[in-house]
């Protein structure tokens, strides 16, 4: 594997081109500089040397979109990103040249994170530019194209055979992708907290949402007004890290989105870089318990380029300080 920084470190972290140049452009929120913007600290911070850096070795076939994705739907993708007009969605997600290739490459980094884990090699692992949440199995949305949390669900159990996953995202926008394609799975331990939707695309993640049929119960949606931050937040999260234990998942992901701080552009939320800090010192102490440590955080949101690297690299931060 070729990389740089703590040879030895349990913590990979992605550093790659290929997942660099998903976006919309240099003058659209979702631009290809969040990739730097995110490096950039987390070398400035001194973090980069506690941990594995390494590219994905990895680029998703289509026969991994197909887990999840419909055929019809990523040949509507391909014909579309060819002619590089238009959008994949109602005005969200533009088809540009090359966005197909830069979605497969996504996907790969977080099968490849997903793999190594699986295999032994690390124990936790953050993918920037990943944790596509709104994409849906024949859609797409909000900027996503494929959805890659869910290809990882749909490959952890149909090919490394582990099924109780828990999928936690503090993202400011509700991952309705992830909850709408498992709300009957009884074995998908869902946690969203984001900004209410009647305030905040895509306009869904209501606290009565919790699993329908076999599956009420296992899931948790929690809805924060415009202007809440970190009290709030950590009022909610004792519930949530002891909702999880109860579940005693196998696989943990984590899709941490940085737009859920003060000062993004899109969004209304106030919380600080300690949240996600919390969160994924929690979830890394429930991984320990019942998941044999494994868990992997994915970028997710986050238009404010500050608040990128310092939501994300706290959450690295936080895989790190545990031992």
């Known amino acids: 594997m070729r990389g740089i920084g703590l040879a030895d470190s349990k913590i990979l972290v992605v550093k790659d081109d290929n997942i660099a140049a998903y976006g919309f452009g240099d003058d659209h929120p979702f631009g290809p500089d969040r990739h730097g913007a995110f490096h950039r600290y987390l070398s400035d911070s001194g973090i980069s040397s506690l941990v594995h850096l390494a590219t994905s070795e990895y680029i998703a076939v289509r026969a991994d979109i197909e887990?999840?994705?419909?055929?019809?739907?990523?040949?509507?993708v391909?014909?579309?990103?060819?002619?590089?007009?238009?959008?994949?969605?109602?005005?969200?997600?533009?088809?540009?040249?090359?966005l197909y290739e830069s979605s497969l490459a996504v996907v790969g980094a977080s099968l490849f994170v997903t793999a190594?884990?699986?295999?032994?090699?690390?124990?936790?692992?953050?993918?920037?530019i990943a944790g596509l949440h709104h994409a849906r199995r024949n859609s797409a949305g909000g900027f996503c194209v494929f959805?890659?949390?869910?290809?990882?669900?749909?490959?952890?159990?149909?090919?490394?055979?582990?099924?109780?996953?828990?999928?936690?995202?503090?993202?400011a926008h509700h991952g309705d992708g992830v909850y709408y394609s498992y709300e009957e799975d009884p074995n998908l331990i869902f946690v969203d907290v984001h900004e209410d939707g009647r305030f905040l695309f895509p306009g869904t993640g209501f606290p009565e949402e919790i699993g329908i049929g076999l599956a009420i119960g296992t899931k948790k949606n929690i809805s924060l007004k415009p202007g809440d931050g970190d009290v709030v937040f950590q009022e909610n999260w004792s519930c949530i890290h002891?909702?999880?234990?109860?579940?005693?998942?196998?696989?943990?992901?984590?899709?941490?989105g940085a737009d859920s701080l003060l000062g993004d552009p899109i969004t209304n939320l106030a919380l600080s870089e300690r949240s996600h800090y919390l969160a994924a010192q929690s979830l890394t102490v429930l991984a320990e318990k019942h998941a044999k440590?494994?868990?992997?955080?994915?970028?997710?949101?986050?238009?404010?380029?500050?608040?990128?690297?310092?939501?994300?690299?706290?959450?690295?931060?936080?895989?790190?300080?545990?031992?």
Request: glycine share 12%; net charge negative; hydrophobic share 40%.
């Open 293 to 323: 440590g494994r868990i992997i955080a994915l970028g997710g949101g986050g238009y404010n380029r500050d608040n990128i690297g310092r939501a994300w690299t706290q959450v690295v931060k936080a895989f790190v300080d545990h031992p």
């Open 147 to 171: 959805n890659d949390i869910g290809v990882v669900i749909e490959t952890l159990r149909k090919i490394h055979g582990v099924n109780r996953i828990a999928y936690i995202d503090i993202d």
């Open 78 to 98: 391909i014909a579309h990103c060819q002619l590089g007009k238009g959008f994949l969605d109602d005005g969200d997600t533009p088809a540009i040249q090359g």
């Open 242 to 256: 002891t909702f999880l234990d109860d579940f005693e998942p196998e696989f943990f992901i984590l899709q941490c």
């Open 116 to 128: 190594e884990i699986i295999s032994g090699r690390f124990k936790r692992a953050f993918v920037p």
């Open 67 to 76: 887990r999840f994705h419909t055929n019809e739907y990523i040949d509507r």
